[in-house]
């Protein structure tokens, strides 16, 4: 198998000048000092879980005391809406909700409704566990797509990952309930932990195999403080593909637009599609277009920033839309996040939790 190759391409901060608009001028997207435009917003709306995957929130960090954040703290829908209006005023074209495990959020509906009269792509990411009962009135609110993780396709394993014994078959469910509904085809991530569960690269790969469903291999992450990431323990996206290309041969496909995250492979039997996420071994910063707003209204521009900035204090005072837009749009040409491409700092204690941001 021949090892496809996607350029980074990193826009130096003398981009051309027809990418810097006048500081006041609200009209035209604005690149940040990289040269990259913001399109995705993520929002994760509780930094609360039902699981507890190793490799997110391990039950040692994340056990009965641990101090989740109140409802009070986290913002509004009412709140999450207006500030969305304001990133797609500022180009943003997608926006995922995620978590923590977002099906928890009560009455999450309300929201999905408000979201999908905006002009985006709407997307959730969710372990699947409530999703056999939820996808219908996800459907109906206006979701467009569901991604679901799903570690393991062995009951053993996937209870070894998620921790808490949540069984395969109720995941696999949630996938049926979601095509059904109209929100397929799924995109379902399997973090891949060497190891752990690395023996279930076949058996998922062979499941969704003929399925419209699109199974990605995501390298494990030194994302947070607590999952014990080590080098060692990360099964690189070239391994996972030559596992399946020995057994089902592949071919790879090219990207849907620039920048996409998973590389895009096919079986060369015109039995369907897969994808690898290659953040460790192959970063993609330089195409990195994401902006991630936590549940109480921090704005992180990386996942592995260690502050963010508040923007529920603002929004809770200030009542001029333009304002508010003047500051987001300040926070990302102030942007220099490039932390996969250097990757020199994995060990600083102070890095943001996945399941507080969302992947
Ligand atoms: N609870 C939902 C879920 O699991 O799909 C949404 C939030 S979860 C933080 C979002 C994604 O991040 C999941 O696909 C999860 O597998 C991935 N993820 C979490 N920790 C990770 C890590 N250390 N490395 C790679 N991916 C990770
Ligand atoms: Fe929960 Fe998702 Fe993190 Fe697993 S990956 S612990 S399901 S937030
Ligand atoms: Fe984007 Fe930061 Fe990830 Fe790089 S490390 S791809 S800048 S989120």
Redesign the pocket.
Known sequence: MTARHIPIQLVPASAPSLLRPEADDLTQAVPDSLGRPMRDLRI?VTDR?N?R?T??MPKDRFGRDHAFLERSDLLSFEEITRIARLFVAEGVRKIRI?????LLRRQLERLIESLARLDVELTL????ALLAQKAHSLADAGLNRV???M?ALDDTVFGRMNDVGFPVARVLEGIAAAEGAGLGPVKV???VKRGVNDCQILPLAEHFRGSPHILRF???????NS?G?RMDTVLPSREVLARIDAAHPLQAVAPHYRGEVAERWRYRDGMGEIGVIS?VTHAFCGDCTRMRLSPEGRLFTCLFAHEGHDLRAPLRTEADDDNLRRRIRAIWRARDDRYSELRGDATRPDKIE??YI??
């Open positions: 994760s879980c699981f995957c490799y997110c995620t978590g923590g495990e977002p990411t969710t372990n699947g991604t679901v993780s570690d991530n399997c973090v995501i390298e494990f992450m030194d994302v947070g999952n990431w953040s996945m399941s969302g992947g």
